[in-house]
């Protein structure tokens, strides 16, 4: 009898692991609170810009590689303020074309950046990020999939991210990752920036999942020199916005 037990048990673990998803695409919301950004003199633009902008991001990926990019943004009357009804204060991200590969077995990440008409190709090593395991045991159901939360620090303060071991890929949107298993929702400095899925599939085409090209090689320090002098000091490399008068 306890021969058996011990084979059903043995079983039951190869089956779950067997199960785990492998390979996929998630379609996340990214939610970006404008007005915690603006400071000191920049406090006057709050009754010209929306508090929240919204925007489409995928993450396909594969075995321990990943790729994560932006999606082509729809007009959304959302964008649009100012008591004048003849003009439109539009939000716009720029590097529509930026992606994120990251590769897990290797320790691999290759960034596609565009800074105006130019894209550049940055290599580097992946960032290890301090995480601390929720040890509560505290989860929740996310699209389907048991989530388990994991914190840590990032530059623009506290992170809290929700992530699944039914996804074996230890990826997530935007730069997290390294948590055991996929990274379903993210959420920076108290609702400044959080993504949630809006869409999981367990299937996907591994020819995309590849290293980003047709860009010129730089350097992380040349690049960041670059958005410095267009942008400003602290500008960093995330997405850069225009506010655009229409």
């Not at 396909?60 to 994560?68: D, G, M, Q, T």
């Not at 003849?86 to 565009?114: D, H, P």
């Not at 298993?181 to 400095?189: A, H, K, R, S, Y």
């Not at 980003?212 to 090689?217: E, H, I, L, V």
């Amino acid at each position: 009898m306890k021969k058996l037990f011990f084979v059903v048990v043995a079983g039951l673990i190869t089956y779950a692991a067997g199960a785990q998803v492998k390979e996929g695409s998630i379609i996340y919301e990214r939610k970006m609170n404008m007005h915690k950004r603006l400071t000191g003199e920049q406090e006057s633009m709050k009754n010209m810009i929306p508090e929240y902008n919204t925007s489409k991001v995928q993450l396909v990926f594969a075995e321990s590689e990943s790729v994560f990019k932006n999606l082509p943004q729809e007009d959304d009357i959302r964008e649009s303020a100012g008591e004048d009804g003849n003009v439109r204060q539009v939000i716009r991200f720029g590097g529509n074309e930026n992606e994120t590969y990251k590769n897990y077995a290797t320790s691999k990440l290759i960034e596609l950046r565009e800074l105006g008409p130019k894209k550049y190709i940055i290599e580097d090593s992946l960032r290890r990020m301090a995480w601390k395991l929720d040890e509560s045991g505290e989860t929740k159901k996310i699209k389907g999939y048991t989530c388990k939360k994991a914190t840590t620090k990032g530059q623009l303060g506290d992170v809290v991210a929700w992530y699944t071991d039914e996804i074996s890929c230890p990826s997530g949107p935007d730069n997290f990752g390294g948590l055991p298993g996929m990274i379903l929702e993210v959420n920076v400095n108290d609702n400044e920036i959080v993504f949630t899925p809006l869409e999981i599939t367990d299937k996907t085409d591994k020819k995309v999942v590849k290293a980003p090209s047709g860009g010129k090689k730089i350097t992380r320090a040349e690049y960041q020199k670059m958005m410095e002098e267009q942008f400003g000091a602290g500008s960093g490399g995330g997405p850069q916005i225009r506010i655009i008068r229409q």
